[in-house]
C-alpha cells in the first residue's frame, strides 16, 4: 500500500498495484484498494478529489494541532499503553522468535546472497 496516515484523506485516483520498497534494490508487489473501498473498511478517514489532498491534509493537521499538546500526548499515550505493555511483556519471547528465524540455514543463504548484491553495486 502507498505509505499514508491513514487519517489523512485519501485521493479518489486509485491505482490497482504499487510496489512497496524492502531494502536497497528490492521490493514485492502490493494492492492497493480502490479509494471507496479503503474508506469503508476503515484504512482512511476521507475520500477527497486529487486536487484536494493536501489543502484537506493541511486542514486536518490544523485541526489535530488545535489541541494542545499536552492533552493530544495523554490521549497518545492512553492509546498506545495496551500495545507498549504487551510487547514490553513478550520481550523475550519475540527476541527468540527473531533469533530462531534468523538462524535458519535458508535465511542465513538469503541473507549471503543479498549482501553479495550490495558489495556487487558498491563496487
Known sequence: MRPCWASLPLSGKARDCTHTPLGP??????????????LQVGMVDKVVPEDQVQSTALS???????????????????????????????????IQNFVS??????????????????RQKKG
Open 101 to 118: 528465524f534468523i538462524s535458519r540455514d535458508s535465511i542465513q543463504k538469503s541473507l549471503q546472497v543479498y549482501l553479495g548484491k550490495l
Open 25 to 38: 534494490g528490492m521490493s514485492q508487489p502490493t494492492w492497493e484498494p480502490p479509494a471507496p473501498e479503503a
Open 60 to 94: 486536518v493537521m490544523a485541526q489535530w494541532l488545535s489541541i494542545p499538546d499536552h492533552a493530544r500526548q495523554l490521549t497518545k499515550n492512553m492509546m498506545r499503553k495496551p500495545t507498549a505493555d504487551r510487547l514490553v511483556k513478550h520481550r523475550d519471547s519475540d
